[in-house]
């Protein structure tokens, strides 16, 4: 058993840069990050007092997670980035956005955390996915991918009784 802790991923503390729509540029790029812990290692958050006070989040120790070499947290409601819930859903609900700043480039068929450069001393973020770089707003300037969206669970998401055991149990 001692050996399969060394491939570990621990929970990570990641901070939460605001709420989407309406993140500006500055709160997105103020937030500080750490490394993520070696394998098998604890991952220890200590606040700095003189920074920015921001919120922080757990997050599950997935590869994903893990590999982020620059995380920020953004916090979104499901209609803002067209996120399709169950139709008892009509309140917005909160969606963890785990965004990596290291990936600045262009990706198809990837989220991109981006903003209009006219907008750069103070601008708005947008979250958007394109298939070609032609698609990007003309002037943008992409600050991050996502790379995790995490959705809480509701009770409306939960399967509904069959009436056989054997199926409401199992699956």
Not at 96 to 107: G, I
Request: glycine content about 6%; overall charge negative.
């Amino acid at each position: 058993m001692i050996s399969s802790l060394a491939l570990t991923l621990f929970f990570t503390s990641t901070q939460i840069a605001g709420a989407y729509p309406g993140v500006t540029t500055k709160d997105y790029l103020a937030v500080s990050s750490e490394p993520p812990a070696e394998l098998g290692q604890w991952s220890y958050d200590f606040s700095d007092p003189n920074g920015p006070q921001m919120g922080t989040i757990a997050l599950p120790g997935m590869p994903s997670v893990h590999e982020c070499e620059d995380p920020v947290v953004v916090i979104a409601d499901h209609f803002s980035l067209n996120v399709q819930l169950t139709r008892e859903i009509v309140d917005p609900v909160d969606l963890v956005v785990l965004c990596d700043r290291s990936k600045t480039y262009f990706s198809e068929r990837k989220f991109l955390v981006f903003e209009l450069e006219e907008n750069s001393v103070d601008g708005v973020l947008s979250i958007g996915a394109f298939a070609s770089k032609a698609e990007m707003p003309p002037n943008s300037k992409i600050l991050g991918q996502v790379m995790l969206v995490q959705i809480p669970w509701l009770p409306s998401m939960q399967k509904k009784k069959s009436g056989f055991m054997e199926e409401d149990e199992y699956f």
